[in-house]
């Protein structure tokens, strides 16, 4: 059998995955660039009926209980703003991100994991100031050993990110899917070429 034989068996309507909503801020901003904020259409009509977001577009497929007929929503504006986080947490995928999901020794793009540059066995501890994604060769090429010893060298130093440079980061990274009716509000705020 191919592919995944949990969802071999299983059947999803075809609007379940191939109608999401772009979820914007209130000041009509995608909550998130990477992943992109995206609802399922189900929780962007319940979200709309409960009166927490303006529906901004629309698909032309409907959905029809026994007395109504909706649109599927194609964007929808959050009624309340969210405040964006300062801090970025430190996970895995924030680091990939943060790294354009490279290795930091030879910029392979493939088979990622993190790598310590001071080693944890040689006091190094686990932070943004010294891990870095690095393919698996050059992990087992570096292993325990210093960056000196190991003959290797960083293409950028490790550091903290900002919130907005990863949100910023996050938009060299389009999804599969863009909907036309999401291109107004995904770039609208981007640096124009000159």
Not at 1 to 18: C, I, L, N, S
Not at 84 to 99: I, Y
Request: net charge positive; hydrophobic share 40%.
């Amino acid at each position: 059998m191919d592919g995944d034989f949990r969802t071999e068996f299983t059947r999803q309507p075809a609007g379940a995955r191939q109608h999401p909503a772009l979820v914007l801020n209130a000041d009509y901003r995608p909550l998130s660039y990477y992943p992109l904020s995206l609802w399922p259409w189900q929780d962007a009509v319940k979200a709309a009926y409960m009166d927490r977001v303006d529906i901004v577009a629309e698909y032309d497929e409907v959905v029809r209980s026994p007395s109504t007929v909706i649109r599927i929503p194609s964007v929808v504006v959050l009624k309340d703003y969210v405040k964006p986080q300062k801090r970025v947490a430190f996970t895995r995928f924030n680091l990939f991100l943060r790294d354009e999901f490279c290795c930091q020794y030879c910029g392979s793009k493939g088979d990622l994991t993190f790598d310590h540059v001071v080693p944890r066995a040689a006091g190094g501890v686990t932070s943004w100031q010294n891990v870095v994604a690095a393919c698996s060769p050059c992990n087992l090429r570096k292993g325990s050993k210093s960056l000196r010893r190991a003959g290797m060298s960083l293409r950028k130093p490790p550091r903290q990110p900002g919130a907005e440079e990863l949100r910023n980061m996050g938009r060299k990274f389009p999804p599969n899917f863009l909907h036309e009716s999401w291109m107004d509000f995904l770039y609208w705020d981007a640096e124009l070429d000159a």
